[in-house]
């Protein structure tokens, strides 16, 4: 279901008149709804480790070199090198003297601190991507702004989760009569998705891969 699906949704669920097309999406109320099932959207995926939110990355590291800018868009999960893990160290003052344990990496500022090889490799990163929507191309994007855009969350739950949250969130008055009705169909709906979306990354069906 894309952003224009869900926005008439909510349309419907309140009473409100839906719209034919997105440019008829005018009003003070269209807008408090597009901005709020964007906020949903980022609460829920931002909640758990969610398995659908894990990507892969390949990255170059230039040989003699022992740091690169982090370009990865969200939480990193692991890194590899030549199949080894590595695993992460907080003191990154080591990596600045060249004094790390072996198999470790560290951040610093905007930068990743890696081991230094006498040859390129490739930094392969696992992460939960920040970014919770995507276009018609199924690329991911930080929200969704475009009829076609739709949430990362899978169906059938972002329709529930979406809906029902942006309306009790519109409404924001448990004395309104359907209140309780959106947030138990919400609360509901989020329980299900928890029960049966994995969040761990040995659970996760697929991982997407981005060459940067």
Same mark, same amino acid.
């Given at each position: 279901?894309?952003?224009?699906?869900?926005?008439?949704?909510?349309?419907?669920?309140?009473?409100?008149?839906?719209?034919?097309?997105?440019? #008829? !999406?005018? @009003? /003070?109320?269209? =807008?408090?709804?597009?901005? *709020?099932?964007?906020? &949903?959207?980022?609460?829920?995926?931002?909640?758990?480790?969610?398995?659908?939110?894990?990507?892969?990355?390949?990255? #170059? !590291?230039? @040989? /003699?070199?022992? =740091?690169?800018?982090?370009? *990865?868009?969200?939480? &990193?999960?692991?890194?590899?090198?030549?199949?080894?893990?590595?695993?992460?160290?907080?003191?990154?003052?080591?990596?600045?003297?060249? @004094?790390?344990?072996?198999?470790?990496?560290?951040?610093?500022?905007?930068?990743?601190?890696?081991?230094?090889?006498?040859?390129?490799?490739?930094?392969?990163?696992?992460?939960?991507?920040?970014?919770?929507?995507?276009?018609?191309?199924?690329?991911?994007?930080?929200?969704?702004?475009?009829?076609?855009?739709?949430?990362?969350?899978?169906?059938?739950?972002?329709?529930?989760?979406?809906?029902?949250?942006?309306?009790?969130?519109?409404?924001?008055?448990?004395?309104?009569?359907?209140?309780?009705?959106?947030?138990?169909?919400?609360?509901?709906?989020?329980?299900?998705?928890?029960?049966?979306?994995?969040?761990?990354?040995?659970?996760?069906?697929?991982?997407?891969?981005?060459?940067?």
């Amino acid at each position: 279901m894309n952003y224009f699906d869900l926005i008439n949704k909510c349309l419907t669920e309140l009473n409100y008149k839906t719209c034919r097309s997105f440019v #008829e !999406l005018t @009003k /003070n109320d269209h =807008e408090k709804i597009k901005n *709020i099932l964007n906020i &949903i959207n980022a609460e829920v995926c931002g909640f758990d480790n969610w398995s659908f939110l894990l990507r892969k990355a390949s990255i #170059e !590291l230039p @040989k /003699n070199t022992g =740091e690169i800018v982090n370009s *990865i868009s969200g939480r &990193i999960h692991s890194i590899y090198i030549d199949d080894t893990k590595l695993e992460y160290y907080s003191d990154f003052e080591k990596f600045i003297m060249n @004094k790390q344990p072996s198999d470790t990496y560290s951040s610093f500022n905007d930068k990743l601190l890696l081991p230094i090889f006498n040859q390129d490799k490739t930094l392969e990163i696992i992460y939960y991507t920040n970014k919770f929507a995507q276009n018609a191309d199924a690329e991911d994007t930080y929200s969704m702004t475009v009829e076609t855009d739709k949430s990362i969350i899978p169906n059938p739950y972002a329709e529930p989760i979406l809906v029902y949250g942006t309306c009790m969130r519109l409404k924001a008055n448990p004395e309104y009569s359907k209140f309780n009705y959106w947030f138990s169909m919400y609360k509901d709906s989020l329980a299900t998705m928890r029960s049966k979306i994995g969040t761990s990354a040995l659970e996760t069906p697929e991982i997407k891969l981005h060459r940067r």
